[in-house]
Nanobody
Framework: VQLVESGGGLVQAGGSLRLSCAAS????????MGWFRQAPGKEREFVAA????????NYADSVKGRFTISRDNGKSTVYLQMNSLRPEDTALYYC??????????????????WGQGTQVTVSS
């Protein structure tokens, strides 16, 4: 399985970005996809996750109401719409995939595959 993120960039505070992550390979039919991020000098943290049939979603408290996760199963792609961005959202954003599809987990070890990351920088 390969995950390729795109959509990162530099934006002013209050602006928006949409990240995409395309999955390829043997993902199976039911899999959970998630977004995590790592700011300089900090540990990687959970951002959002979505189940196979996008009924279940999970968000970190810090992004709830500002970020929206969605997916297009036909394209094997997950999106993260980020609005009202803040300087503290600056980080390397990673896409992850859980082949079991049983959970909408915040725990990194639940996920089997990871992308290389896309940088998001929010200026004040």
């Amino acid at each position: 399985v390969q995950l390729v993120e795109s959509g990162g960039g530099l934006v002013q505070a209050g602006g928006s970005l949409r990240l995409s992550c395309a999955a390829s390979g043997r993902t199976g039919r039911s899999y959970t996809m998630g977004w995590f991020r790592q700011a300089p000098g900090k540990e990687r943290e959970f951002v959002a996750a979505i189940a196979s049939w996008f009924v279940n979603t999970n968000y970190a408290d810090s992004v709830k109401g500002r970020f929206t996760i969605s997916r297009d199963n036909g394209k094997s792609t997950v999106y993260l719409q980020m609005n009202s961005l803040r300087p503290e959202d600056t980080a390397l954003y990673y896409c992850a995939l859980d082949t079991s599809g049983r959970y909408v987990s915040r725990v990194q070890s639940t996920y089997d595959y990871w992308g290389q990351g896309t940088q998001v920088t929010v200026s004040s």
